[in-house]
Every structure is written in structure tokens, then in C-alpha cells.
């Protein structure tokens, strides 16, 4: 991406691409001009240029374009970087503020999927968010619900919840790619493997980008096959999940390759152990500047969300990307 405008315009906004790059597995990676791209990979080209729909109704905020903000509502005891927040009271407050700071989507957790964390019941879920979103989308605030349970997902769609963010990807109930079709709402799904119990002991990849890439892709095929609509899907390459901290980073850094899936990217990068591992960073409370750095590269490379804890320091961070990529 770039911000000079040469090229052409990325998703039929503002940044701008003047190459492409040729990739796959076992195959050189090749650069080629536009002139090039047109003639051997057409269709490819023209999905990098199409405008995407808005998400989950929402058009880019009034300051400007440019990602929409998720702000993590946790409403677990066991987060990595903010559980505690159990009272139903706190975690309204917090919305609010998150909402008040600049966030444009709030997405609200009742389950904990950091290394290690234990599977909560479905009734032990509902209870810790539905009074959350309840009370967030009753003030017309647009709330994704963080699950990977068909059952939640169908009650907070149906006290308000806009949107589902399900870190295996409608993979981990069986009941769930039928729920979504039927809820027809957005969804992000995010490339994982195993359970937060497994995870960081399947962290082998015999080609990282290609890999993620391929189980991304195959799974957008099972969706579609499903009856979820491609206009419903963004896609996550699951930051920290079954990733050492350099294969989280090799990701991010490569993050554009997933534009060739055709859907928008959300990107959750915020106070993650990678950002410990480049900075020195060994405490989540100390990851605020990495985390900042890494959702400006996001946004750079033409992420459409990204997930975020610090939602008043990334938004003025968006500010100032906006201000040196966007003229007017």
C-alpha cells in the first residue's frame, strides 16, 4: 500500500497499491506491475479493487476513513491483559467509555481464550454478557459478541448484538455454521488451531503465510457452501493463537497476502505477547507503544477493523495516520 495515491485504489479507498504480488505454495513469489496483473491474474486485481461493504451497517467514522475500532469488552475473571470486569455494571461503564473514546464496534466476551483458559458453560457465559449487551446495544451502540458457542451467539443476536467474532472460525460447535447462516449476520473468522488448553503446542507451520492462508481460504469455502454470504465474512489470521511471538509478527508483517481472499481484514494485535517478545515488554500494562505501532503498520496494510484494548490512544493514533495518508 501506498500513500502517495499512485496505482490503483485499494478496496475503493483512499490508500492506493501500485504492484502485486504473485505468491503460492512451492511457487516463487513474483512482484508484477498493474499492466502485468491485468493480464495474468485479472479477476485477482479486480477483487483488490472493489469496494467492500460496510460492516455490520457502519460507514467509516466522521473523522475520516480508515479501520473501524473494536473495543474488547471482557467479561471474564482470566483475561490476558483486563479480566476481572465480572460485575455486569462494570463492564456497561466500560463499553460506554470505550464507545465515548472513539470505538466503533464493542465486542463483548464472556470467555477467556488465552493459553491455558479453561471452557466456560454456556448458561455461565450468557449470564456474564447478556446483561452487557443488553444494555450496550440498547443505547444503539453497535456490539459483536466474542463466542465460539452457537447458543450465545443466538441470544445476543437476539438482544441486539450487530455482529459475531468466533476465534475458531464456526469451527468449535458443530451447531454453529448453521446458527450463523441463519442469524445472517457478520462474522470474523479467525485462523486457530486446537483450544486455548492446546493451542501453543501446534505452533509447527511448514509454510506460515501459505498455511494460515490456505486454512483461511478453506474454511471461507465452507461458509459460502453453508449459505453465509461473502459479504457477511471478515477474516482474522488469529494473532497468538497456535503462533510463536515471531510467527505473530512474520504474520502481521505479511498481512497483505490475505487481501486475496477478498474479504476484510480485522487485525488483533493489541498488548500481545509478540509485542512483549519485540519490545522487552514482559508485562501486558507495558505494551501500549508496540501495540500502537503495530495498528498503524494494520492500517497501513489495509485492515478494515482492528481489535483493540486502548481504544482512545489507537484512535488518536488513526488520527495522525489519517491526517499523512488522506488529503482534505
Not at 504473485?22 to 495474468?40: T, V
Not at 466503533?104 to 456474564?128: Q, Y
Not at 498488548?271 to 512483549?276: A, E, I, L, M, Y
Request: with cysteine; proline share 6%.
Amino acid at each position: 500500500m501506498n500513500l502517495s495515491g499512485a496505482g490503483l485504489p485499494f478496496a475503493g479507498g483512499p490508500l492506493h497499491f501500485a504492484q502485486c504480488r504473485l505468491f503460492g505454495r512451492n511457487i516463487p513469489a513474483e512482484i508484477l506491475s498493474l499492466e502485468a496483473a491485468e493480464r495474468r491474474a485479472p479477476a485477482a486485481l479486480e477483487s483488490l479493487r472493489t469496494p467492500r461493504p460496510a460492516i455490520a451497517g457502519l460507514e467509516p467514522a466522521k473523522s475520516g476513513p480508515g479501520p473501524l475500532i473494536m473495543g474488547i469488552v471482557n467479561v471474564t475473571p482470566d483475561s490476558f491483559h483486563d479480566g476481572g470486569r465480572l460485575r455486569p455494571a462494570a463492564a456497561i461503564a466500560h463499553g460506554r467509555a470505550l464507545a465515548g473514546a472513539g470505538a466503533a464496534i464493542l465486542d463483548v466476551g464472556g470467555e477467556s481464550t488465552r493459553p491455558g483458559a479453561r471452557e466456560v458453560p454456556v448458561d455461565e457465559e450468557l449470564e456474564r454478557i447478556m446483561p452487557v449487551i443488553e444494555a450496550l446495544a440498547g443505547d444503539g451502540l453497535a456490539v459483536s459478541v466474542d463466542t465460539r458457542k452457537a447458543a450465545v451467539m443466538t441470544a445476543a443476536v437476539h438482544a441486539g448484538a450487530r455482529m459475531i467474532n468466533d476465534v475458531t472460525a464456526l469451527r468449535h460447535d458443530p451447531g454453529s455454521m448453521a446458527c450463523a447462516a441463519k442469524l445472517a449476520v457478520p462474522v470474523v473468522l479467525m485462523h486457530s488451531r486446537g483450544t486455548p488448553e492446546t493451542m501453543q503446542s501446534m505452533t509447527h507451520y511448514d509454510d506460515l503465510i501459505m498455511d494460515v492462508f490456505d486454512d483461511l481460504s478453506a474454511r471461507l469455502a465452507d461458509c459460502l457452501a453453508a449459505g453465509l454470504s461473502r459479504d457477511n465474512l471478515l477474516l482474522d489470521p488469529g494473532l497468538g493463537f497456535a503462533k510463536m511471538p515471531e510467527q505473530s509478527a512474520a504474520l502481521l508483517r505479511g498481512m497483505a497476502h490475505f487481501h486475496a481472499l477478498g474479504c476484510p481484514l480485522l487485525i488483533g494485535a493489541s498488548r500481545k505477547g509478540f509485542v512483549g517478545k519485540l519490545t522487552g515488554a514482559a508485562a501486558t500494562e507495558d505494551r501500549l507503544p508496540g501495540s500502537l505501532a503495530a495498528a498503524m503498520w494494520a492500517a497501513q496494510q489495509g485492515a478494515a477493523v482492528l481489535r483493540v484494548h486502548d481504544v482512545a490512544e489507537t484512535a488518536q493514533t488513526m488520527a495522525i495516520f489519517r491526517s499523512l495518508c488522506y488529503k482534505g
